[in-house]
Every structure is written in structure tokens, then in C-alpha cells.
């Protein structure tokens, strides 16, 4: 069966182009041109993976990303935004978000993300892994539950993968590279600091109840989970 991809957007030249390049690849393409219509096709169609643009009236993006994370679906979203300031990111991956792309984009990029997407989703079907303990933090694959201390952790799904990543390489530098390409799975450009507003976020969370950092980072060469300091 064809991965099915859905496209919820207001703008449609961008459905039209997105609709040609995914079908061209293989994928079975729906789209809604709002965010109600597309919070009910996401429940009528279950897709494999969401494109989702921000800047949509009524309904926006961001709030289209609530309510799916809320309701407890776990689709792959990819966010299409007009811009690029930290802030606006940062909350759409706080909502849930596993991707973001900022407009314009180049075709060839945006059909990376969501092969990645689809990869990673995958992959998390066929784990067998139970659960990791690093000192006090735990994370459950299964329930994607972590806590530390035994105060739970509300991580959004990104967190989680690169958690996920620490936790089966404790003590061990993970650099800048590697992290990429088992999260995002493609080279962002190098002006990017999406790995880095990740870690900040990771770190804040795994922290907020005074906990040592656990999340390191080694100039030069990349980041490690440990304890010491």
C-alpha cells in the first residue's frame, strides 16, 4: 500500500505543485484547504504523515497541531511557515510538530523531510526496546512516557526522538552530524540551529525540577549523556 500524505493548506498553487511532486514520488495525496477540514480528515483518512501550513484563518496551523496532539494522534507533522524567527518555531514544535520548513522551499527538500518522517515512523512501529534508565531518567518506548525522579517529562515527539538517542548512547559523544541524520535524517543548511534549540528545550524540561544537567556539551566535537560534570 502507498503511503498517503495529507496536505492541509489555504494557498492552492501550493497544494497543486505539493500534490504533482508527492504523487510523482509514489504517495497517495489528499489535501483540505482549511484547518477544520483538515482536523476531520486526519480522523477520516488516519494518513501516514501531515503537511500542515501555519498561516491559515479560522483554524491555523498551530492550533490544528494542538488538537491532534491533544486527541492523542501521533501522525507525523510536517509545518510549513512564512517565517523564520526562532520564536515561531520553537512553538510549533512545543505544540507537537515533528518538522518544520520554512517558505520558500526547494520541492527536493520537502520530499526528504517527509521520507524521513515516514522512516522514523517505521522504525518506532518495529522497536522491540522496552525502556532505557540513565541515573534518575527513565523512558518508556512503548507508553514514549519518560520522567525523572519520578516526575513525568511532557516531551514533545522531536524531544523525545533525540532523548531517545541519548539514552542508548550514555557516555558517548554524539556529534552534531550523527544527530541529524538519526533525527532529521538530511543535512539542514549550515546556518540552522534547529539541533540547538532542541537540546535548550530537552534541557529545560529534564531539568525543571533541579535536576543536574545530564545533556553535555563538548565544544568542538558534539554532545554527550552523562553525569558528571
Given amino acids: 500500500m502507498r503511503p498517503s500524505i495529507l496536505i492541509i ?15 510523482f514520488e509514489g504517495y497517495e495525496v489528499k489535501t483540505a484547504s482549511n484547518g477544520a477540514e483538515g ?10 504523515a501531515v503537511i500542515l501550513d501555519v498561516m491559515m484563518p479560522q483554524v491555523d496551523g498551530f492550533e490544528v497541531c494542538r488538537r491532534l496532539r491533544e486527541g492523542g494522534s501521533s501522525v507525523p507533522v510536517l509545518m510549513l511557515t512564512a ?18 520548513l520554512v517558505k520558500p522551499f526547494a520541492l527536493e527538500e520537502l520530499l526528504a523531510r517527509v521520507r524521513a518522517l ?8 518495529g522497536g522491540g526496546e522496552q525502556g532505557l534508565v540513565y541515573e534518575d531518567l527513565m523512558l518508556d518506548v512503548d507508553s514514549r512516557e519518560v520522567t525523572r525522579a519520578g ?6 515527539a522531536k524531544e523525545f526522538e533525540l532523548l531517545h538517542l ?3 548512547n550514555p557516555k558517548r559523544v554524539l556529534s552534531r552530524d550523527l544527530i541529524m541524520d538519526k533525527i532529521w ?11 540547538e534549540v532542541y537540546i535548550a528545550m530537552l534541557r529545560q524540561k529534564t531539568e525543571e525540577h533541579g535536576g543536574k544537567r ?5 565544544r568542538g566535537a558534539g554532545y554527550i549523556l552523562r553525569g558528571d560534570n
Avoid: C, W
Avoid at 39 to 48: G, K, M
Avoid at 83 to 100: F, T
Avoid at 151 to 156: A, I, M, P, Y
Fill in 185 to 195: 535524517g538530511y543535512d539542514y543548511s549550515g546556518e540552522s540551529n534547529v539541533l
Fill in 214 to 218: 545530564l545533556i553535555q556539551t563538548i
Fill in 9 to 23: 493548506d489555504d494557498d492552492d498553487k501550493i497544494i497543486s505543485m505539493l500534490r504533482r511532486g508527492l504523487a
Fill in 83 to 100: 517565517k523564520d524567527e526562532v520564536e515561531h518555531r520553537v512553538k510549533g514544535l512545543d505544540l507537537g510538530a515533528d518538522d518544520y
Fill in 39 to 48: 482536523l476531520r480528515a486526519v480522523l477520516d483518512s488516519e494518513p501516514d
Fill in 151 to 156: 516526575k513525568r517529562l511532557e516531551l514533545t
Fill in 166 to 168: 541519548f539514552m542508548q
Fill in 118 to 125: 515516514l522512516r522514523r515512523k517505521s522504525e518506532q512501529a
